[in-house]
């Protein structure tokens, strides 16, 4: 990736965090449980899940780590890995502009039903099916490292077990991240708040990873460049 891409993708995430915080803000004073987790919105815009929750999301995080170490964060070979667990990577030209007619974007699509499902299939060449699984689609064969991270993340999470992945509360989430409105929200019954408070959760734990490797990649490079030049580094 170029240098001006790069920045365009990182601005991009950061722009999203502070999308990510609005909610948080929105959800102030909500609170919600089910078994898997408890998930509390306080002033700081602060996201407690639960102990069984908090721990697999750990495991998750420290999962991915391995991989990317594993894989040198190669963009392709973590689209192998997606490929070898079962879940289809397509190649759709304009991809873009035809996910925007179903309310999607470009990397990880949850499950799909009806005309969702009906159109995505269709742009796929994967047949006309009135349900389809969790799939990648990009607009081109070899994507930004950074966008194939932040869904590998994102993936790796849902496969993980973990919350905000289905296919109805993606939906919402996907319409309130884009026009975040209180009223609206305070409409929806509590299973459906917790849904989203969970989507919320896993897509800010992905943006948070990919700007976490980002600056430590940046410092190792930084690193390695000193001692090529002077052959150390001081600490």
Same mark, same amino acid.
């Given at each position: 990736?170029?240098?001006?891409?790069?920045?365009?993708?990182?601005?991009?995430?950061?722009?999203?965090?502070?999308?990510?915080?609005?909610?948080?803000?929105?959800?102030?004073?909500?609170?919600?449980?089910?078994?898997?987790?408890?998930?509390?919105?306080?002033?700081?815009?602060?996201?407690?899940?639960?102990?069984?929750?908090?721990?697999?999301?750990?495991?998750?995080?420290?999962?991915?780590?391995?991989?990317?170490?594993?894989?040198?964060?190669? #963009? &392709?070979?973590?689209?192998? $890995?997606?490929?070898?667990?079962?879940?289809?990577?397509? @190649?759709? %030209? +304009?991809?873009?502009? /035809?996910?925007?007619?179903?309310?999607?974007?470009?990397?990880?699509?949850?499950?799909?039903?009806?005309?969702?499902?009906?159109?995505?299939?269709?742009?796929?060449?994967?047949?006309?099916?009135?349900?389809?699984?969790?799939?990648?689609?990009?607009?081109?064969?070899?994507?930004?490292?950074?966008?194939?991270?932040?869904?590998?993340?994102?993936?790796?999470?849902?496969?993980?077990?973990?919350?905000?992945?289905? #296919? &109805?509360?993606?939906?919402? $989430?996907?319409?309130?991240?884009?026009?975040?409105?209180? @009223?609206? %929200? +305070?409409?929806?019954? /509590?299973?459906?708040?917790?849904?989203?408070?969970?989507?919320?959760?896993?897509?800010?734990?992905?943006?948070?990873?990919?700007?976490?490797?980002?600056?430590?990649?940046?410092?190792?490079?930084?690193?390695?460049?000193?001692?090529?030049?002077?052959?150390?580094?001081?600490?």
């Amino acid at each position: 990736m170029n240098i001006f891409r790069k920045i365009i993708r990182i601005c991009a995430l950061v722009v999203k965090k502070r999308r990510l915080r609005k909610m948080l803000k929105t959800y102030r004073n909500t609170s919600a449980g089910n078994d898997l987790s408890k998930t509390i919105i306080s002033d700081g815009a602060n996201v407690t899940i639960n102990a069984k929750s908090k721990e697999l999301a750990s495991q998750v995080e420290q999962n991915v780590k391995l991989i990317v170490k594993q894989t040198n964060c190669d #963009g &392709e070979k973590l689209l192998g $890995y997606v490929r070898a667990e079962g879940t289809k990577v397509y @190649t759709v %030209i +304009n991809a873009e502009k /035809l996910l925007k007619y179903i309310g999607e974007e470009e990397g990880l699509i949850c499950e799909k039903k009806g005309f969702d499902a009906l159109f995505l299939s269709f742009i796929t060449m994967s047949g006309l099916k009135l349900k389809t699984e969790p799939m990648f689609v990009f607009g081109k064969k070899n994507p930004e490292r950074y966008l194939v991270l932040y869904n590998f993340y994102k993936w790796f999470s849902m496969k993980s077990g973990l919350g905000g992945f289905e #296919g &109805e509360i993606v939906k919402k $989430y996907n319409k309130f991240i884009k026009n975040i409105n209180k @009223t609206d %929200i +305070n409409k929806l019954p /509590l299973e459906e708040i917790l849904g989203l408070q969970e989507a919320i959760a896993r897509d800010n734990e992905a943006t948070d990873f990919v700007l976490n490797y980002e600056k430590e990649n940046e410092v190792s490079k930084k690193v390695s460049d000193k001692i090529t030049k002077d052959g150390g580094a001081s600490v």
